[in-house]
């Protein structure tokens, strides 16, 4: 089910990449893949699942050829993922915040890089390398934003369908059908 979460998310690449610029489920995905799928899959499933879209959507929908930078771009999914995996064996609202900024950050200054480094927009000097990571700062908000709300959606949604409902951090405790036993169910108001 998790596989498929993170397959659904990155197909979502081909309808809201024009849409909404830097809002991506990807991200989200990302560090729910890395904390959520089999630790052996955790880095390799999600970054290969976007090699192959962005394989598709670079060549076929823009008619662009995939350049040797795109590996860098990929290589910030990875760490996304891999800090994702941080949420595997202790998860909190914090922990989860602050892997989110994290992830995010690190996703920003890996693949920033990378257009600093593969393409001419900017002089390789260490001005031309803070104009190309000044440029982004916009799409790092939008990108972070879509981190913590697709996140938090993918995490809690997941823990509210598989684990007991008073377990749910920021969830209210309902009582289960379970709670009810025939000796306490006249005490409950109705």
């Known amino acids: 089910m998790i596989y498929l ?17 830097g809002f991506s489920p990807v991200f989200g ?9 089999k630790k052996r899959d955790a880095i390799w499933f999600p970054v290969v699942v976007l090699a192959i879209c962005d394989w598709i959507l670079i060549t076929r929908f823009y008619h662009m050829e995939i350049r040797w930078e795109h590996a860098i771009t990929l290589l910030g999914c990875a760490a996304m993922a ?4 941080l949420l595997r064996q202790s998860f909190s609202a914090t922990r989860f915040a602050g892997c989110s900024v994290a ?5 920003f200054l890996i693949s920033n890089f990378g257009v600093w480094i593969g393409w001419e927009l900017y ?4 001005a031309g390398l803070l104009a190309c990571y000044a440029a ?8 972070l934003l879509s981190t913590l709300v697709v996140g938090a959606v993918l995490f809690w949604g997941y823990e509210f369908l598989h684990k007991d409902r008073r377990t749910v951090p920021f969830l ?9 036993t025939p000796s306490n169910f006249h005490d409950v108001e109705h």
């Open 5 to 21: 979460i993170f397959v659904l998310s990155a197909f979502t690449r081909f309808l809201m990449s024009s849409h909404a610029p």
């Open 136 to 143: 982004a700062v916009p799409y790092y908000r939008i990108s």
């Open 172 to 180: 209210p405790q309902v009582p289960t059908l379970a709670s009810f």
């Open 29 to 37: 995905a990302l560090l729910f893949s890395g904390a959520r799928l």
């Open 103 to 107: 992830g995010s950050t690190a996703f």
């Open 123 to 126: 002089p390789h000097t260490w």
């Open 82 to 85: 891999w800090i994702g995996g």
